[in-house]
């Protein structure tokens, strides 16, 4: 591989993990959702670059299934949903911008320490894509739990799918079946969490998950 | 030949289904127990037949269980001879059981596992891979749980059950454990991939430790024996003969085929462990049947003496085997492995004889019984049989076994490092100690349950039990006549196991004049059976001739001295708590911390005083009760969890993964 497509390769992947700092940082919901459709563009991108470069043709659709499902459909409804709920208003915070900030950055360290030396046989390109990759799937689970909108929780949970992809394309040989299946399966779980955040509203006239802490069944 | 004994073993297993059909028709008379004598009677005449080859080693691969693994057994001259021990003592017990059983309430509790527990126990003794030998071992102790749980309408049953389901599984999951280390990284798991492989010493250590926790809680040594005393007086009393008699030899046998055969022996500081263990059992469990005044109780509490006197037997083994002395070794493993089929006889017997009390009477209180020798007197002859067996006095089997251990301990000055110079005579002063105090608990039980005048009406009404019973009991006891006097057949059979094991073997003995038994060519003592048999019938006959000749021979009847208040009740006779008075003062102040109130009535008053004794049982106190408490405490602790909002669900993933993730950059 050239180092021009090295270094392309790892722009993008870079580019993820800055756009999820971005997603940690943002306060409004509206904000949220559009940060995350950049992120499945970066996402695409990457992988249409990683389908060119190993000549891997089947990662075409990958890149196009990202591109059309996460960066299109899921912030589209997204939308709509935080339209019809009328949920525009600030986002609450269970810990604080900064501090949320330094830990993300203490779990990208952890992430490049860790997966540094033990994915020595990856090649250089599916190593350091690894150690975004999984700097994204850290940075996605700390969204999930450090902000209780149940809408930004569930783009919590759909950027850190956005890294499992980034790690599976970095990874050579993975099926596309395998890369399809999990597509449709975050498919489903996007309606699944739809339909519970109407419900929810519907229910507690609030979509803040907190409120249904009060209401289990103990 | 293999064949035919896994054919045995299988016709075994299936007579459970057979059970099951029996028992819905309990007034026949019991098949399965006739089927299960037949059976035994035929892997004995196997296993002897084996022997007579000179114990070569067979071997069969069956295809069951795991697919392209199968099942390996194997044949060889140990397995033999537990196989041995299993088939008699089965034999003998299936007879007892074919009148005893009759009187069993429920018999469908019991028929349908009593042939699979005795093929169980054989299964162990064939296997020849982890697997199968852990299946079996697991049968085993499932089986037997079922059997425990016969008298289910009592809590105490119930108690017992659960308490060694625990153990049991625990043990279990230890020997698991241990086949894992011992097969390694590559995982072969034949016995014979296992005893090809070299290892480091911290491996065979650790192989070592949980063998003995594994195999040593089921054969109830002392501190992993809690359920035993539980577990088998709560089994119907030929049951309890199987389980005392004959599985803790099974686990017995498990110890040896790990750690002789598969680890090839230990270094000298893991033996003194096995040392110690051992002396510390055989004290305690005397000393804990000493205190005992429920019959089977007391018996179940003689198999942890027992149990640690043939323990030490190997950890002396053990010892001598690692220093290089293979010709000691083989004097102190054939010393165990003989108390193992003396114990598993006279220990049977004795169980039985308590069953016969327990169904001639009622009751397997102490103080209720007495006078049965009158009454029931082939039972009460072949019982003081046992008790002189169990006691090691000559010319018994019991004391032909111990002698030789003794012989054993008494050439340990060769052994010359520090810790084992100073153990063995300790553990041989405690061996002795609890030699003696098994003397004094077995006139205790024959003094209160045989003689003296009858304490209850149930006692006073008891009938000699059915000739099945009498019969086996008398096979018994004739049996531990037999190898104390001919101790040379069972020393002989045990050569060809000393040489699989160690490469050495005691010399011949059934050459030797008279019968006499010289262990070792160089040492002068010997023992002859013979002649002290022929001492004591000659010294007793003229004793009664004399006696009966000048001291007039007709019966006379007169009152009993009682101290001048002629109190016609029989309670007021010595009792065992009485007997166990002194020993319990001796001992029992500090180690089971035994406090005597007295309660004086009133001056004046005709009340009765009242003398209570409190005990505790050190062990079951300070090591099960704490364990259990920490159990309790850290489930009430982690009990929240199951608890949590959603949220805090993912936190506790989220810290989970992040904890691994820095642990796994910490390594790297």
Not at chain 1, 34 to 54: C, T
Not at chain 2, 155 to 172: D, F, I, K, N, P
Not at chain 2, 464 to 471: H, I, L
Request: hydrophobic share 60%; aromatic share 8%; net charge neutral.
């Amino acid at each position: 591989m050239s180092p021009l497509a090295f270094d392309i390769a790892h722009l993008l992947a870079g580019s993820m993990v800055v756009v999820s700092f971005l997603l940690l940082y943002q306060d409004r919901i509206t904000g949220v959702l559009n940060v995350f459709a950049v992120q499945a563009i970066i996402l695409a991108l990457a992988v249409a670059f990683q389908a060119w470069s190993q000549g891997a043709p089947h990662l075409y659709l990958t890149a196009l299934i990202a591109l059309i499902v996460k960066g299109g459909i899921i912030p589209l409804a997204l939308h709509r949903i935080v339209r019809e709920l009328g949920i525009h208003r600030e986002i609450e915070k269970v810990v604080g911008v900064g501090l949320t900030m330094l830990v993300g950055l203490a779990l990208t360290a952890l992430a490049v320490i860790v997966v540094l030396p033990i994915a020595q046989e990856a090649g250089r390109v599916g190593r350091e894509d690894l150690a975004f990759a999984l700097a994204v799937i850290l940075l996605g689970l700390l969204m999930m739990i450090t902000r209780r909108n149940a809408v930004t929780q569930v783009v919590g949970f759909m950027s850190l799918e956005n890294g499992l992809v980034l790690a599976a394309t970095g990874a050579k040989g993975m099926p596309l079946v395998v890369e399809i299946s999990v597509a449709f399966s975050i498919l489903i779980a996007f309606i699944v969490f739809g339909i519970f955040v109407f419900r929810i509203r519907e229910r507690f006239d609030t979509v803040d998950v907190h409120a249904l802490e009060r209401f289990r069944g103990d | 030949m293999l064949e035919f004994l896994v054919l045995i073993v299988a016709l075994l297993a299936a007579s459970g289904a057979l059970g099951v059909i029996r028992a819905l028709d309990p007034r026949r008379p019991l098949l399965v127990y006739g089927i299960a004598l037949v059976l035994c009677l035929g892997g004995l005449a196997v296993v002897l037949g084996h022997r007579v080859m000179g114990a070569p080693v067979l071997r069969l691969v069956l295809p069951l269980g795991l697919p392209w693994v199968g099942v390996h057994l194997r044949l060889d001259a140990l397995a033999g001879f537990f196989l041995l021990v299993i088939n008699l003592v089965g034999a003998l017990v299936s007879l007892f059981a074919l009148g005893y059983g009759r009187h069993a309430s429920e018999p469908g509790r019991v028929l349908p596992f009593y042939g699979p527990f005795l093929a169980a126990m054989q299964l162990v003794c064939l296997a020849d891979d982890a697997f199968s030998f852990l299946f079996a071992w697991e049968l085993m102790s499932l089986v037997s749980f079922f059997l425990v749980l016969v008298e289910h309408e009592k809590e105490s049953s119930h108690q017992a059950a659960r308490v060694y389901l625990l153990m049991a599984a625990g043990g279990t999951f230890s020997l698991l454990l241990a086949m894992g280390v011992l097969a390694g990284a590559d995982g072969g798991y034949s016995f014979d991939a296992i005893r090809g492989q070299e290892r480091a010493e911290a491996t065979v250590v650790s192989v070592f430790l949980l063998a003995l926790i594994g195999a040593g809680s089921k054969a109830g040594l002392i501190p992993v024996h809690a359920w035993l005393p539980l577990a088998h007086p709560a089994a119907p009393s030929h049951v309890s003969a199987l389980m005392s008699g004959v599985m803790t030899k099974v686990a017995i046998y498990g110890f040896v085929r790990l750690v002789f055969d598969l680890l090839g022996g230990v270094a000298l500081g893991p033996s003194v462990i096995v040392l110690i263990l051992g002396g510390i059992s055989a004290v305690l469990g005397v000393l804990y049947a000493l205190m005992e005044h429920d019959l089977k109780r007391l018996l179940a509490y003689h198999t942890v003496e027992n149990i640690g006197i043939i323990t030490a037997a190997l950890g002396l083994a053990l010892a001598f085997a690692a220093a290089g002395f293979d010709l000691l070794a083989a004097l102190a493993l054939t010393a165990g492995l003989f108390h193992v089929l003396n114990h598993a006889l006279f220990k049977s017997l004795l169980f039985c004889g308590a069953g016969a009390v327990l169904h001639a009477t009622g009751t397997r209180d102490m103080e209720r019984l007495g006078g049965l020798l009158r009454r029931m007197p082939t039972t009460g002859i072949s019982f003081l049989l046992g008790c002189a067996a169990i006691s090691a006095l000559p010319p018994l089997n019991g004391f032909v076994s111990e002698w030789l251990l003794f012989q054993a301990i008494l050439q340990s000055p060769i052994l010359v490092s520090l810790p084992i110079v100073l153990v063995v005579p300790a553990v041989g002063a405690l061996l002795a100690l609890a030699a003696a105090l098994a003397a004094a608990c077995f006139v205790k039980a024959y003094g209160v349950v045989f003689l003296s005048r009858p304490r209850s009406a149930e006692a006073a009404a008891a009938r000699e039990v059915d000739p099945f019973s009498r019969a086996a009991m008398l096979a018994f006891a004739g049996l531990c006549l037999l190898l104390g006097v001919i101790p040379g057949l069972i020393v002989d059979a045990l050569a060809p196991v000393g040489e699989l094991l160690l490469t050495a073997h005691l010399p011949s003995q059934l050459g030797n004049p008279w019968l006499s038994l010289q262990p070792l060519p160089t040492s002068a003592s010997s023992y002859n059976g013979l002649v002290l048999l022929s001492f004591l019938l000659i010294a007793g006959g003229l004793t009664a001739v004399v006696l009966h000749r000048f001291g007039g021979a007709g019966l006379r009847l007169g009152p009993i001295w009682d101290c001048g208040y002629p109190d016609p009740a029989p309670s007021t006779q010595y009792t065992a708590t009485s007997f166990a008075q002194p020993i319990r003062r001796v001992f029992g102040t500090v180690l089971f911390r035994a406090r005597e109130t007295v309660t004086m009535p009133p001056p004046l008053a005709t009340a009765a005083a009242r003398l209570e004794v409190r005990l505790e049982d050190p062990i079951w106190e300070r090591l099960y009760v704490p364990v259990a408490r920490a159990v309790l405490a850290a489930a009430d602790r982690l009990n929240p969890l199951q608890f949590q909002t959603i949220r805090r669900y993912l936190v506790l993933v989220f810290l989970s993964l992040v904890g691994l993730l820095v642990l796994a950059a910490a390594r790297s």
